[in-house]
């Protein structure tokens, strides 16, 4: 156990990322239960890493704006065909998110296979650089989070339809699966939401936010202590809280 790891000033801008993501993910995650369409964050995700992967092939700089640009445009171009799948075929809507993640997961392996760096790259998609975050992508993840949270608050989306719900959701995933990484862009969004399911609305918000904030924060701490990868840490304490939240008894008004 490494305790002099412990530092604040290591630790405590991957929790302040962490909090954020969460902010955006935990009511987004509720929908996506509620709504059946439980691997759209996996999809998404995955396009939006597919955007990152394309811009860095064509030469642009790694986190530059015209990778962020790339990210989001391929995220809202998913957005907009799950959006005319769910129109043309409501029915088979999970199976077509299925596909599409494998698709463009096969796609950006494909563009990786020239790249000498490319089995590194393709890691740091899957389980993100939390602990690497900078205090400048944390101030736009910031700013994103607090313009999200409040199109969710005020129902701003509703108003382009299914479209609107497509597009706050790919916005929201292109801003954290560079920091987070695509594992831990499912697990905040599904583990949470999934652990409070029982829960009615006002505390069941404020209840999965706990359960995440617990995660990340025990995720954390223990890839520092134990010298392991973050982001998997991070999913594994995500379940663990979910887990131990889900089997608190709940009582039920008469």
Same mark, same amino acid.
């Given at each position: 156990m490494?305790?002099?790891?412990l530092?604040?000033?290591?630790?405590?801008l991957?929790?302040v990322?962490?909090?954020?993501?969460?902010a955006?993910?935990?009511?987004?995650?509720?929908?996506?239960?509620?709504?059946?369409? !439980?691997?759209?964050?996996l999809?998404i995700?995955q +396009?939006a890493?597919?955007?990152?992967i394309?811009?860095?092939?064509?030469?642009?700089?790694?986190a530059?704006p015209?990778?962020?640009a790339?990210a989001?445009?391929?995220?809202l171009l998913g957005?907009?065909l799950l959006t005319?799948?769910?129109?043309r075929?409501a029915?088979d809507?999970?199976?077509? +998110?299925?596909?599409?993640f494998?698709?463009a997961?096969?796609?950006?392996i494909l563009?990786l296979?020239?790249?000498?760096h490319?089995?590194e790259?393709?890691?740091?998609l899957l389980v993100?650089q939390i602990?690497?975050?900078?205090?400048t992508h944390l101030?736009?993840?910031a700013i994103?989070?607090?313009l999200l !949270?409040l199109t969710?608050?005020?129902?701003w989306?509703?108003?382009?339809g299914r479209?609107?719900f497509y597009?706050?959701f790919?916005?929201?995933?292109?801003?954290s699966v560079q920091v987070?990484?695509?594992?831990?862009?499912?697990?905040?969004?599904?583990?949470?939401a999934?652990?409070?399911?029982r829960l009615q609305?006002g505390p069941?918000?404020?209840?999965?936010n706990a !359960?995440?904030a617990l995660?990340y924060?025990?995720?954390?701490?223990?890839s520092a202590?134990?010298d392991?990868?973050?982001?998997?840490? +991070?999913v594994?304490?995500l379940?663990a809280?979910?887990?131990?939240a889900?089997?608190?008894?709940?009582r039920?008004?008469?």
């Amino acid at each position: 156990m490494n305790w002099a790891a412990l530092d604040w000033s290591i630790l405590g801008l991957p929790l302040v990322a962490g909090l954020l993501v969460l902010a955006t993910h935990v009511p987004l995650g509720m929908q996506v239960l509620d709504r059946g369409i !439980v691997f759209i964050d996996l999809a998404i995700a995955q +396009i939006a890493g597919l955007g990152v992967i394309a811009a860095d092939a064509f030469g642009f700089p790694q986190a530059g704006p015209a990778v962020q640009a790339a990210a989001l445009a391929a995220a809202l171009l998913g957005a907009w065909l799950l959006t005319w799948t769910e129109r043309r075929a409501a029915r088979d809507q999970e199976a077509l +998110i299925g596909v599409l993640f494998i698709l463009a997961a096969c796609a950006g392996i494909l563009l990786l296979a020239g790249n000498p760096h490319g089995g590194e790259n393709l890691k740091d998609l899957l389980v993100g650089q939390i602990l690497w975050v900078s205090p400048t992508h944390l101030t736009w993840l910031a700013i994103v989070s607090a313009l999200l !949270v409040l199109t969710l608050w005020r129902g701003w989306a509703r108003v382009l339809g299914r479209f609107g719900f497509y597009a706050v959701f790919a916005v929201a995933v292109t801003a954290s699966v560079q920091v987070v990484g695509v594992y831990l862009v499912f697990a905040s969004l599904i583990i949470p939401a999934l652990a409070t399911r029982r829960l009615q609305a006002g505390p069941r918000l404020w209840a999965a936010n706990a !359960v995440g904030a617990l995660g990340y924060a025990l995720g954390l701490v223990l890839s520092a202590l134990a010298d392991l990868p973050t982001g998997a840490v +991070i999913v594994c304490c995500l379940a663990a809280s979910g887990l131990i939240a889900a089997m608190v008894p709940v009582r039920v008004p008469a």
